[in-house]
């Protein structure tokens, strides 16, 4: 069976229902259930046709139920409810996926102990790990070779596969879930990877029992957990944006949360960093296309100078590293990518998904868990590194320094950790000397963030859970059985959950300077619309909105926006954008008029000026131009892609020799393509139809042209040479010469 397929129909049924269209939603519905071995599901079909068709029946007669809306509400989650276990019951049955397979033996052990439903806590497979756990002295901290450590992580892993697992949660479940928070037994870390179990199964199976457990462990407030379960619970209301107005107990729990301003202020961090997941694929291929290449080409001198100081970085936000601006001095442009990264990395930007990608092959990750549990220096992995004859003396400053970054999210930290068994004695000896030197300097970076930013803390976990989410949904095995939540668009700002939790007029121009900071225009461009209805005179949001339209090629659209903007505000800058949205559409003698106004205001702009004389040369007044190319040339005397239009206009008014020592001086650079094709028609009109060929040659031979790409510009060029004297009928022979010689 094609469960993708299934996983489609559900989606679109879970569509249709949220728009009211519960005949099409029941059709697809019964399709679902057909393929299905359970006859529970058909009963359970067949009472919902009954009740609706009553309904409508009532409703077309005129019978008024005053319980009509509170039924029709509980249909809806019926259908809903309803499709969502037709669905595992397909997924379970023919998917041959590890989340179920893991369900089916679990289901399995139950059997064998005699039961096939867990109903109270008492029913649990684990129960009596649980209850030996909890009547342990709190003050216990077993050898983690010993039986007792042993049973203790089974039964966590128990506990984790058994919270994700469960389609719908009863009485044993709330009880579990009320023990882990009460008992005061289980470590933060611990609680937080039972928060993420509960945040995996309710995007796995909508059960709002499971949001309010979420709201709960936020509510409790412990450190490094309630962070988990405020971020669980906005991609869940985030993944379920179409249902959410189906359950108005969850709508009035979250607006009641959103009187407070920190929750607030906290859904909006959430939000801006889930967000900027966005940019984790784009700095990836920039770290592999760009930097590394060119960093691989400054060896040995960078092999001496990066080292893991880059990975944990100490400087102040205003401040470059001294020791990029010693190693790149020859290479300028690394120098302002890597700064440019550092600041991204400040801003909670991904810039590791790359380096630590291929690092998530040990055994660590083939344990469902791990790709969530927190990095903290008790874990088993660091007990490891002390056995390490060179690494283990460094150990504590080692899992200290990583636990106190907040530049690598957890499963790059265990991913480093893991990978540092492997390294060459003199590497680890390196690694040990900048831990050490990076701990005092973290810990003095953290504090007086922390005094500049109340929610640093807050931020600092959050980023490093979503990005260890992002992790999992990208680079787990596990990653085909998961709808990855990173993927399209992530519009969250145009969720149910943004509009209850937020000031959508701040929230909305924050996020949409956001987008447009980081040429998410679209994205930008959709939110400066709403703002432009409640701030129609606002020039600047115009010009915002001008440009997100210029950037996706619509300038019909820009351009309408820019005159409004014009119209509040007159400069320079709108008046060019203006110019250039015509020049574009070609209305060349507007975007003259234009940019002739741009010079008056600004007439020592060197941009302006050249685009007012680009004006004059696409309406082929060749003089004009030229005036004002010379005035870039004589401001710009060492910029030798100025000569490249001099030397065109005066080979289009015919005066070929001074075209000729312009192009001779274009010659001290490198000369592209189009410049032979130029040098070509200049030799051609001079009378020297040889040297022309060999030019055209040239132009074709340097593989930025094509042939066919070479006689399309041969093409547009014909009027011209024509109008230059050349005979139309030599054009053709020209070519079929060139055409024999180049083969």
């Given at each position: 069976?094609?469960?993708?397929?299934?996983?489609?129909?559900?989606?679109?049924?879970?569509?249709?229902?949220?728009?009211?269209?519960?005949?099409?939603?029941?059709?697809?519905?019964?399709?679902?259930?057909?393929?299905?071995?359970?006859?529970?599901?058909?009963?359970?079909?067949?009472?919902?046709?009954?009740?609706?068709?009553?309904?409508?029946?009532?409703?077309?007669?005129?019978?008024k139920d005053p319980e009509q809306n509170k039924i029709y509400l509980k249909l809806i989650q019926s259908i809903l409810g309803l499709s969502d276990r037709a669905r595992q019951d397909i997924l379970s049955h023919n998917s041959g996926w590890h989340t179920y397979w893991v369900k089916q033996q679990a289901e399995k052990e139950m059997k064998l102990s005699g039961k096939t439903i867990v109903e109270t806590v008492d029913d649990l497979m684990f129960k009596s790990e649980l209850d030996e756990w909890l009547k342990l002295s709190i003050e216990i901290n077993p050898n983690p070779e010993s039986e007792i450590s042993q049973k203790h992580k089974q039964l966590i892993k128990n506990i984790f596969n058994h919270l994700w697992l469960t389609d719908y949660y009863g009485e044993a479940e709330n009880s579990l879930i009320n023990i882990i928070l009460s008992s005061g037994k289980f470590k933060w870390y611990e609680a937080s990877i039972f928060t993420t179990a509960i945040t995996l199964s309710s995007l796995r199976t909508w059960q709002s029992e499971k949001l309010f457990h979420l709201i709960s462990i936020y509510e409790s407030g412990q450190d490094q957990v309630f962070e988990r379960a405020l971020s669980g619970l906005i991609l869940n209301l985030h993944y379920y944006n179409g249902r959410i107005l189906l359950y108005p107990d969850i709508t009035g729990r979250i607006q009641k949360m959103s009187q407070d301003n920190k929750f607030r202020e906290y859904c909006r961090i959430i939000v801006l960093q889930t967000i900027r997941s966005r940019e984790t694929e784009k700095l990836s291929k920039k770290l592999q296309d760009e930097i590394l290449p060119q960093v691989a080409k400054l060896k040995p001198r960078i092999e001496e100078k990066l080292g893991l100081e880059n990975i944990l970085p100490t400087d102040k936000y205003d401040e470059k590293n001294p020791d990029w601006s010693e190693m790149f001095n020859d290479s300028e442009e690394i120098f302002k990518t890597m700064e440019e990264l550092t600041k991204l990395q400040m801003e909670g930007a991904d810039v590791y998904m790359s380096a630590f990608a291929n690092m998530k092959h040990f055994d660590f990750f083939k344990d469902f868990q791990n790709w969530f549990v927190p990095f903290y220096p008790e874990h088993e992995t660091v007990d490891e590194i002390y056995r390490d004859e060179i690494l283990g003396p460094g150990t504590n400053e080692l899992a200290e320094a990583l636990y106190k970054t907040p530049f690598i999210c957890n499963s790059d930290k265990y991913s480093l950790l893991l990978n540092l068994k492997y390294l060459p004695s003199a590497q680890k000896n390196m690694m040990l000397k900048v831990f050490r030197m990076e701990l005092e300097g973290l810990q003095q970076l953290n504090d007086e963030e922390s005094v500049l930013?109340?929610?640093?803390?807050?931020?600092?976990?959050?980023?490093?859970?979503?990005?260890?989410?992002?992790?999992?949904?990208?680079?787990s095995p596990y990653k085909k059985e998961f709808e990855d939540l990173f993927l399209g668009k992530l519009d969250i700002y145009n969720s149910e959950f943004f509009r209850m939790t937020s000031n959508s007029v701040e929230a909305e121009a924050g996020l949409a300077d956001y987008f447009f900071s980081k040429n998410f225009y679209e994205d930008a461009l959709s939110l400066f619309l709403k703002q432009a209805n409640e701030s129609p005179s606002d020039a600047e949001l115009y010009e915002k909105i001008g440009y997100c339209y210029q950037e996706s090629f619509d300038y019909e659209e820009a351009l309408k926006f820019y005159k409004r903007a014009e119209l509040i505000n007159r400069k320079a800058w709108t008046l060019k954008k203006i110019g250039l949205c015509l020049r574009r559409l070609g209305r060349n003698e507007e975007a003259l008029e234009h940019y002739l106004q741009a010079c008056s205001m600004e007439p020592e702009n060197v941009h302006t000026v050249i685009m007012t004389a680009h004006c004059y040369l696409d309406l082929k007044d060749y003089e004009q131009a030229l005036k004002y190319y010379f005035k870039v040339e004589y401001n710009e005397p060492g910029n030798l892609k100025i000569l490249r239009p001099i030397a065109y206009c005066y080979f289009a008014m015919g005066r070929f020799d001074d075209s000729e020592k312009y192009y001779d001086r274009l010659s001290e650079g490198k000369l592209n393509a189009h410049d032979q094709i130029n040098k070509g028609h200049l030799a051609l009109c001079m009378g020297n139809k040889k040297?022309?060929?060999?030019?055209?040659?040239?132009?074709?031979?340097?593989?930025e042209l094509s042939k066919e790409q070479f006689m399309a510009v041969f093409s547009e060029d014909r009027p011209l040479l024509i109008s230059l004297g050349i005979p139309p009928d030599d054009l053709p022979i020209l070519l079929d010469y060139l055409l024999f010689t180049i083969g």
């Open positions: 069976m094609d469960v993708g397929k299934v996983i489609q129909q559900h989606k679109i049924l879970c569509s249709f229902v949220s728009d009211k269209k519960i005949k099409q939603s029941l059709d697809i519905l019964i399709n679902m259930i057909t393929n299905t071995s359970s006859g529970d599901l058909h009963d359970d079909y067949d009472n919902l046709v009954m009740t609706y068709r009553n309904m409508l029946t009532y409703s077309i007669e005129g019978i930013d109340p929610y640093k803390s807050f931020r600092t976990n959050v980023t490093q859970y979503l990005q260890d989410i992002y992790r999992f949904f990208k680079l040297e022309a060929v060999d030019f055209y040659r040239q132009s074709i031979n340097s593989g």
